[in-house]
Each structure stands twice: as C-alpha cells, then as structure tokens.
C-alpha cells in the first residue's frame, strides 16, 4: 500500500515562499505520476501541478502558473512544490496525490489513486 505524508505548509505572509514536501513509500515511487491539489474552505478540490512519473512533463492551474514549480527525487522518493509569491487566494490545505503507474498527468483527482493527508498553507494579506 502507498502511503504519501506531506509537510512543510505553515503561515506566510503575502508575497512570501513555501516548499512543500511529499514522502511517498510502499511502491516503486519511479513508476507515479505525481500531482498536487488544494482545498479552500467551501471550495472543491482543484489540480494545482502535477509531473509525469518520467519527469519529462509537467501542468500547472493557470493560478500558480509562473509562481510554483513542481519537481521530484527519485532518489528520495518524494515530490516538491516550491511556491513563490504567494497570494491570500492560494490559502487552502495542499494534497499530495499519485497516479500508478507509467501514467500521464491528469486533472481530475478521481484520476490518481493514491492521497497523502494534507497540509495547511496559510498567507496573510
């Protein structure tokens, strides 16, 4: 079984950085494609990034296009997201999700099979 544990989110201030960490194990971590998603309160689950398990292909939300980068260590069998200028806006809890396996990025969460617990990012205005 996979088991994917986030961390780093925390409080930040507007225009502020976060990196984010996903530690996956249980699986040949290689094989995953691996995605992001955040929930604001109230809102629906929506795709943020995600990196094709070849690491040769990544997707953004227009939201964070340009101000977040998605990259992964295979090495390390865990998957980032380094967040620069933060917004108020991109306050929600930020899930890590993988896809098995040898699979493209998808959008749509139902796609990938795999969830970590979440993590909460804050930015004040």
């Known amino acids: 079984q996979v088991q994917l544990v986030e961390s780093g989110g925390g409080l930040v201030q507007a225009g502020g950085s976060l990196r984010l960490s996903c530690a996956a194990s249980?699986?040949?971590?290689?094989?995953?494609?691996m995605g992001w998603f955040r929930q604001a309160p109230g809102k629906e689950r929506e795709f943020t990034a995600a990196?094709?398990?070849?690491?040769?292909?990544?997707s953004y939300a227009d939201s964070v296009k340009g101000r977040f980068t998605i990259s992964r260590d295979n090495a390390k069998n865990t998957v980032y997201l380094q967040m620069n200028s933060l917004k108020p806006e991109d306050t929600a809890v930020y899930y890590c999700?993988?896809?098995?396996?040898?699979?493209?990025?998808?959008?749509?969460?139902?796609?990938?099979?795999?969830w970590g617990q979440g993590t909460q990012v804050t930015v004040s205005s």
């Open positions: 249980g699986g040949t971590f290689s094989s995953y494609t």
């Open positions: 999700a993988a896809r098995s396996s040898y699979r493209n990025v998808a959008y749509d969460a139902s796609q990938y099979n795999y």
């Open positions: 990196l094709r398990w070849s690491g040769d292909s990544t």
